[in-house]
């Protein structure tokens, strides 16, 4: 589409070079390949380097002129040079006389690249010459040299085809008005298509503003109604997490009742259990647990001490009780030796046994001693604790003591008991007394006083 800015299509003011082409479309003589036909001198060394495919005829490279001469005229192009041992910084010299000029000889010089020199010569001779550097520390060798022109017979054409391009001028000139003028026509008819679109461009551009316009006002209730499915959607969570948090609240309000209930429970019998251990205080505990769980892992281990020496008198019996059976059979077999002899053999293996059987009775016995003495001894302790409370509740009976008075009283009971229950370990004479000795401490006790008639107030007046 042509923009409003201006015609993007120009017209034409100058020559199409397409036409230009047509007219010098006609072949003409191309620059080819001189073989070694054109040169005299075929059998010198240098002439057969033309076009030269043996390794035979290959020329060291040394510092002085080859010598190449043609057999007519002929119009050189370009001459390369093939050769190896050289680098890119290594030069070769090149000599020729033009034909056609009087500005006599002519030098050029040209650097290896690749794998040969190159010489652009592109004039008149009938003969060169070549001077190639000779490397310093290594061999160079000149293997081919190829020679590109155009041969002496091939100039009248030359001549002809530029007498022809005046003519062809001409007839493209002709051409190319004619292209002109219907081009010029073209572009005016052009130019009020451009106009046409031009007007066409602002129709569409006032179209697509109201299009754009509409388009807002789409997106803007596009928008509004988007939003109003946004309240709503909201709305419907907020209904939703509402309910979910009253549900939660009544799960709430119904494990914190089932809490309440079990905390109620657990309370009541923190209360007993707390009147229990206040009226035990400072008192044996009537479980004894502590002293029970160590008499309980003491008669384990002494039971599972006592494994041993069972198994052992066991094991003894049964052996002495097997080889007993087999005494017959030992006798019936030795005819040669008495009963008196066999048995007086058979003595150590007997009094053996019997230390065994001896050793692990007596073990086993010390360890069952142990056993009902620990159960003895935790007997005596219950009967010792429920002696002391019941004594202890006795004789504060009646009495106003202080917590400190109790604490003393309760343990001096528990001392006298220990050291009647502990008489072969603790001596008769000790007496639990941090104080003072426990007959002359309830001695001191103070009886309950009435308290003391204060006197009548003092009236101002009166005092006055």
């Known amino acids: 589409m042509v923009s409003s800015q201006g015609s993007t299509l120009q017209p034409p003011n100058q020559p199409d070079p397409a036409s230009v082409e047509v007219a010098f479309g006609e072949p003409f003589p191309q620059p080819r390949n001189i073989d070694i036909t054109f040169f005299s001198y075929k059998s010198r060394r240098s002439t057969l380097l033309v076009g030269n495919q043996s390794a035979d005829n290959f020329v060291r490279a040394r510092r002085h002129w080859l010598d190449f001469d043609f057999v007519d005229l002929v119009y050189v192009t370009e001459i390369n040079v093939y050769a190896t041992g050289y680098e890119n910084y290594h030069g070769m010299e090149l000599s020729l006389i033009p034909y056609l000029s009087d500005q006599g000889e002519r030098k050029l010089t040209t650097n290896f690249s690749g794998d040969h020199f190159s010489f652009q010569v592109r004039d008149f001779t009938k003969g060169f010459g070549l001077r190639p550097n000779e490397p310093l520390f290594r061999s160079a060798q000149i293997e081919r040299v190829e020679v590109l022109g155009v041969e002496k017979h091939y100039v009248a054409e030359f001549v002809q085809f530029v007498d022809n391009i005046e003519a062809k001028r001409e007839a493209a000139k002709a051409d190319l008005s004619v292209y002109f003028t219907k081009a010029n026509k073209s572009y005016e008819e052009f130019l009020a298509r451009e106009e046409e679109i031009r007007e066409l461009e602002a129709t569409l551009e006032e179209k697509s503003n109201e299009l754009k316009d509409l388009e807002g006002s789409t997106e803007i209730a596009l928008q509004t109604n988007k939003k109003t499915q946004e309240d709503i959607q909201v709305a ?218 204060l006197p009548p107030p003092i009236n101002d007046g009166e005092a006055s």
């Open 236 to 453: 419907a969570t907020v209904a939703k997490e509402q309910a979910a948090r009253a549900d939660n609240l009544e799960q709430s309000i119904d494990k914190l009742t089932e809490e309440r209930r079990v905390l109620t429970k657990a309370i009541v019998d923190s209360e007993g259990q707390l009147a229990e251990i206040k009226a035990n205080i400072n008192l044996f505990p009537t479980d004894l647990n502590g002293y029970v769980r160590q008499g309980t892992r003491s008669i384990r281990l002494y039971a599972a001490l006592c494994i041993v020496p069972l198994v052992l008198i066991v094991w003894v019996t049964l052996r002495l009780f097997g080889n007993s059976e087999r005494l017959l059979d030992a006798i019936a077999l030795l005819k040669d030796i008495s009963i008196f002899d066999f048995l007086l053999s058979r003595l150590p293996y007997v009094t053996v046994s019997l230390t065994v059987l001896g050793i692990s009775v007596g073990v086993l016995r010390f360890l069952l001693s142990e056993i009902i003495e620990i159960n003895r001894r935790r007997q005596e302790l219950y009967k010792i604790s429920i002696v002391a409370q019941d004594v202890s509740y006795a004789s504060q009976d009646g009495l106003d003591l202080s917590v400190d008075d109790e604490y003393d009283l309760r343990t001096q009971t528990k001392m006298e008991l220990l050291k009647e229950h502990l008489r072969q370990n603790v001596g008769d004479e000790y007496v639990y007394s941090p104080r003072r000795t426990f007959l002359e401490h309830l001695k001191r006790f103070p009886k309950k006083l009435t308290p003391p008639q």
